[in-house]
T-cell receptor, first 111, second 115 residues
Framework: GDSVTQMEGPVTLSEEAFLTINCTYT??????LFWYVQYPGEGLQLLLK?????DKGSNKGFEATYRKETTSFHLEKGSVQVSDSAVYFC??????????FGTGTRLQVFP | GAGVSQSPSNKVTEKGKDVELRCDPI?????LYWYRQRLGQGLEFLIY????????KSGLPSDRFSAERTGESVSTLTIQRTQQEDSAVYLC?????????????FGPGTRLLVL
């Protein structure tokens, strides 16, 4: 069945460092791909999404490109801030919008 | 506007008891989903409702789990004869309609602890 694999955490960075969180997927069809974020004490919220191959999702300085050839959707940010500390979940959806999530990656950014 | 709400926010119960969790989706959202997040793990899909169609129950882990939805409004997830492995955060989400591209809006979750 469909699945999502993302890098183990925690990822620990200093402020203004470059961030990459790897995400790869396995799917039989052409899923949409998502990054959701859970800030401390808050609910899960959408960070960005891409609905077809070669699309780039972006929000709050984060970017991810839907790469069909490598079945990947890696999350990147050029300069992280302390306020980016959170748990990041990569996910895919089928045509019912049911989400299949990765296990989550905790990001800790220190000043 | 109001987001997805869930109640209770926390629930502690004894093994063997039944629990009922409630979700109020965003008004007008026809699709509603339940997920479970066990400690240190990702979110697992449990069940999906879309309008008046038969629900997709493919993610329910056992017959102790059931869920209902009244029209396009409130949903309840019931766990009968709870076990310690049921301890988790139960998340509800809603979306306008399933297109394969929609964003799901999540509630704050119900944290269930089975002693």
């Amino acid at each position: 069945g469909d699945s999502v694999t993302q890098m183990e955490g925690p990822v620990t960075l200093s402020e203004e460092a470059f961030l990459t969180i790897n995400c790869t997927y396995t799917a039989t069809g052409y899923p949409s791909l998502f990054w959701y974020v859970q800030y401390p004490g808050e609910g899960l919220q959408l960070l960005l999404k891409a609905t077809k191959a070669d699309d780039k999702g972006s929000n709050k300085g984060f970017e991810a490109t839907y790469r069909k050839e490598t079945t990947s959707f890696h999350l990147e940010k050029g300069s992280v801030q302390v306020s980016d500390s959170a748990v990041y979940f990569c996910a895919l959806s089928d045509n019912t919008d049911k989400l299949i999530f990765g296990t989550g990656t905790r990001l800790q950014v220190f000043p | 506007g109001a987001g997805v709400s869930q109640s209770p926010s926390n629930k502690v119960t004894e093994k063997g008891k039944d629990v009922e969790l409630r979700c109020d989706p965003i008004s007008g959202h026809t699709a509603l989903y339940w997920y479970r997040q066990r400690l240190g793990q990702g979110l697992e899909f449990l069940i999906y409702f879309q309008g008046n169609s038969a629900p997709d129950k493919s993610g329910l882990p056992s017959d102790r789990f059931s869920a209902e939805r009244t029209g396009e409004s409130v949903s309840t997830l019931t766990i009968q004869r709870t076990q310690q492995e049921d301890s988790a955060v139960y998340l509800c989400a809603s979306s306008p309609a399933p297109t394969g591209r929609e964003t799901q809006y999540f509630g704050p979750g119900t944290r269930l602890l089975v002693l």
